[in-house]
């Protein structure tokens, strides 16, 4: 089965379709994606450059079976069409965050979170304690060095 995002306005995608592949054969009985939209407009009433094929199996620009990632993820929606990057957007999660083309994916501006201790680790595995570090936006904005907050999630 192939996928299709459809787009609506601002290249936002609004719905994803599967489509059989026999719908996608060209006259050369290859998968042709201009074949996919030009079928997606006929039986969807939706014009044909606004259906863009996306992979079920990719995901941060990694294919999940270890084949070739496309379109950098897959298109859910809410997600944004970057036609420009070939790359399929998840919604900005923080207002700071920035995109990372090599990895088809957003990412904090000063770096990943910290890596828990050992001692953090070892409570975690205990179950006296749930330890992550979350995204804290408002001390981001307050002091640009800061930003990860460490979080008991059992608290």
Do not use: C
Not at 15 to 21: A, C, E, G, I, S
Not at 67 to 74: A, E
Not at 89 to 101: E, Q
Not at 117 to 131: C, L, S
């Amino acid at each position: 089965m192939a996928h299709f995002a459809k787009l609506g306005s601002n290249n936002k995608v609004i719905q994803v379709l599967t489509l059989d592949n026999s719908n996608m054969l060209n006259a050369s009985n290859q998968e042709d994606e201009s074949v996919g939209q030009a079928y997606l407009e006929t039986h969807n009433n939706w014009p044909a450059q606004m259906w863009i094929q996306t992979s079920y199996n990719t995901q941060s620009n990694q294919h999940k079976l270890d084949g070739t990632p496309f379109r950098g993820n897959y298109a859910g929606i809410g997600y944004t069409w970057d036609e420009d990057n070939n790359i399929f957007w998840a919604p900005k999660p923080y207002t700071s965050w920035v995109k990372d083309i090599s990895d088809a994916s957003w990412h904090s501006p000063i770096g990943d979170a910290p890596v828990l201790t050992t001692e953090q680790n070892d409570q975690n595995t205990a179950g006296t304690h749930r330890w992550t570090y979350e995204w804290d936006e408002d001390a981001y904005q307050a002091d640009n060095t800061t930003g990860w907050s460490l979080t008991n999630l059992l608290a």
